[in-house]
């Protein structure tokens, strides 16, 4: 167990798909299975994950709970539905998770998260209370202008995409999702913001987020790659 303390996972997964013409993605078959049951699995035989929330679109309440009984999940404890913003559905997932001493938020939309991520969050996130995953950027970054020109080009050998996984000390993620800080896409952008630092470690350049009917095709190839 990490440090015998209880963990939780938070999966994220209330958006509408709005890219993906037509597809709900959490539902969408990966490898014959739908991408929900691929990024559930990852935290289920995760060895230090003790409990996990599921957090859904309204109206898939009721078919992620008929996959819970399908995939015989034994560590989601609760699927509830998100809110407004995205804070406020990690907020709804905390909710559930009891006495956790540390909480994984995981994108439902990155069905190619490992078990060795999750667990080296786990092990990141003791130094400071917060960690994330993230691969340097390969492409050459400019910052644009409101007139479409480019102001400068951003140099990337500091540059890091961030993913998910990311590792909170529980109290850390309860006070940054307490704030009236408007929509933020990536949660430790509000932990950042009260100050706490945030260690960053490898991620894995496979762990894509699906976006577009594309980014399936491309997860199923990575999928099939990876011999799982």
């Known amino acids: 167990m990490f440090n015998r303390q209880k963990v939780g996972a938070i999966i994220v997964a209330a958006g509408e798909s709005s890219r993906m013409g037509g597809i709900d993605k959490m539902f969408a078959p990966l490898a014959g299975k739908p991408v929900l049951a691929r990024v559930v699995a990852a935290f289920e ?20 709970r008929r996959l819970a009984g399908t995939e015989h999940w034994q560590k989601v404890d609760a699927i509830v539905p998100g809110g407004a913003l995205r804070q406020d559905s990690v907020k709804e997932g905390l909710g559930k998770l009891g006495d956790c001493k540390w909480i994984l938020v995981h994108d439902g939309a990155r069905p190619l998260v490992t078990v060795e991520l999750i667990e080296a969050g786990l092990k990141a996130a003791r130094e400071t209370g917060a960690a994330i995953c993230a691969v340097p950027v390969t492409d050459t970054i400019k910052l644009e202008s409101t007139q479409g020109l480019v102001v400068r080009t951003l140099k990337r050998e500091r540059l890091r995409a961030v993913q998910t996984p990311q590792v909170f000390r529980s109290d850390i993620i309860k006070e940054a999702c307490a704030q009236d800080a408007g929509e933020a896409t990536d949660d430790a952008s509000l932990v950042e913001a009260l100050g706490y630092r945030v260690k960053i470690y490898p991620g894995d350049y496979d762990n894509i987020k699906l976006t577009t009917p594309a980014d399936l095709t491309v997860a199923e190839v990575l999928w099939r790659r990876k011999g799982c």
């Open 45 to 64: 035989t995760a060895p230090s994950v003790d409990r996990i929330a599921l957090v859904l679109n309204a109206h898939n309440i009721e078919r992620g």
